[in-house]
């Protein structure tokens, strides 16, 4: 069983569009945070979410955290073709983070 | 600034062959991770160290070994390859305490035939 379940898996959309992948779980976390990975590259830490209910922006990406801290919602605005790659969310389990399985974006020109 | 530099980025063995993988981070971070990248299913953590001369197991770490006999290098080793353990593997670090962020290598691409 995954501890942390994203929707969806594949994601294929136009430049211009908005979108929004999932992050959920049955248990509560302290912090959650998401990463994006480009093709041949490693996992880069885009926002690290921590009081329920939060809300951060960077740019045209808007996070959120659950009231409860079980589940994490990345909103794209009208999506780029430079937004392509993997999403992941992960969370902290003593000193090591488990990430879950990935929402892999495409956006086509 | 280099951050997580990870040597070599691909390599083919046999089955049988050992290799070590390198992992060198300048940015004096406490903790060092492994993880393997496989297709549906994530990155799943093999060994990690929270400090120089330290290390534990994840959750895949049969047929790896870890040293970390420097604070900014973390190696892993295979010493027998197999099939199974063809991947992409990727190193992180941290800094200590809670809620910092990993910086990730850019990987290396094994592939064992």
């Known amino acids: 069983t995954q501890l942390l379940e994203q929707s969806p898996q594949f994601l294929s959309i136009q430049e211009g569009e908005n979108l929004t992948v999932y992050c959920n779980s049955s248990s509560v976390f302290s912090s959650l945070q998401w990463y994006r990975q480009e093709p041949g590259e490693g996992p880069v830490l885009l926002v690290t979410?921590?009081?329920?209910?939060e809300v951060k922006k960077l740019k045209r990406l808007t996070f959120q955290f659950g009231d409860a801290r079980k589940d994490s919602s990345l909103h794209i605005t009208a999506a780029q073709p430079g937004d392509t790659g993997l999403y992941l969310c992960a969370v902290f389990n003593t000193d090591k983070l488990i990430f879950g399985t990935g929402t892999r974006l495409q956006v086509f020109p | 600034n280099a951050g997580v530099t990870q040597t070599p980025k691909f390599r083919v063995l046999k089955t049988g062959q050992s290799m070590t993988l390198l992992c060198a981070q300048d940015m004096n971070h406490e903790y060092m991770y492994w993880y393997r990248q496989d297709p549906g299913m994530g990155l799943r953590l093999i060994h990690y160290s929270v400090g120089e001369g330290t290390t534990a197991k994840g959750e895949v770490p049969d047929g790896y070994n870890v040293s970390r006999l420097k604070k900014q290098n973390f190696l892993l080793g295979l010493e027998s390859a197999a099939p199974s353990q063809t991947s992409v593997y990727f190193c992180?670090?941290?800094?200590?305490?809670?809620?910092?962020?990993?910086?990730f290598g850019s990987g290396t691409r094994l592939t064992v035939v």
């Open positions: 992180a670090s941290r800094s200590r305490g809670s809620n910092y962020g990993y910086t």
């Open positions: 979410v921590v009081t329920g209910g």
